[in-house]
């Protein structure tokens, strides 16, 4: 299994601003994904990471709003930039494991009010 | 496109069985997964069926039939601590898409004593 961790776990920003999540994990792991999972929902993939590329975005998402950035295969980040309210959200990183790579495995979270 | 369905809330009483279904539409079927959350914490993975039929892992279960495009979650002989959101996803790791999964809604199980 692989253990994930995130930076900050919680916080409360102003709208227009940006917050940066780190995540962490204790394996070298090809992809990372981030996924947003608003109050009472369920989780939306936000994007791919891929250490040496480019993220990959799912529809609905863009690098503007959501710059990522893969330095290395144990970290990534995800930026909200310029956020608004609708951002509020928990914003969340997995990795792919398991025997047949069937299991993913997620960090904590980062759960976000944006006033 | 990939669509899920499941029920958005079940209840049922302590040392129960309950049975949670997903049916699921997609271009392209690589396995589906069963995941729970509690309140305020991340997914975890409870199983994944790639092949039909009955995957069991203690006492929760899981069903695949592809070719009705349905699953369920099978939790028996129900705990309080069973009350949990639980998602069906599809997707994985043998797929183009690189291990990316797409939930479900979820389901809300409340268990009664």
């Known amino acids: 299994s692989a253990v994930i961790s995130q930076k900050p776990s919680r916080d409360i920003c102003q709208r227009g601003t940006s917050l940066t999540i780190q995540c962490q994990v204790d394996s070298q792991v090809t992809m990372m994904f981030w996924y947003r999972q608003q109050p009472g929902q369920s989780l939306t993939l936000i994007a791919t990471a891929n250490q040496g590329s480019e993220a990959t975005y799912e529809s609905g998402f863009v690098i503007d709003k959501f710059p990522i950035s893969r330095p290395n295969l144990t970290f990534s980040t995800l930026t909200v930039s310029n956020m608004s309210p609708e951002d509020s959200s928990i914003y969340l990183c997995s990795v792919v494991g398991g025997v047949y790579q069937e299991t993913q495995y997620f960090g904590p979270g980062t759960r976000l009010l944006v006033l | 496109g990939q669509s899920l369905e499941q029920p958005s809330e079940v209840t049922a009483v302590e040392g129960a069985i309950v049975q949670i279904n997903c049916t699921y539409q997609t271009s392209g079927f690589y396995g589906l997964s069963w995941y729970q959350q509690h309140d305020g914490g991340a997914p975890t993975f409870l199983s994944y069926?790639?092949?039909?039929g009955l995957e069991e892992t203690g006492r929760f279960s899981s069903f695949l039939s592809r070719s009705d495009s349905y699953g369920y979650l099978l939790l028996q002989e129900l705990q309080m601590k069973d009350s949990a959101s639980y998602f069906c996803?599809?997707?994985?790791?043998?797929?183009?898409?690189?291990?990316?999964?797409?939930f479900g809604q979820g389901t809300e199980l409340s268990v009664k004593p």
């Open positions: 996803a599809v997707g994985g790791r043998r797929s183009n898409q690189g291990g990316k999964l797409i």
């Open positions: 069926n790639a092949l039909d």
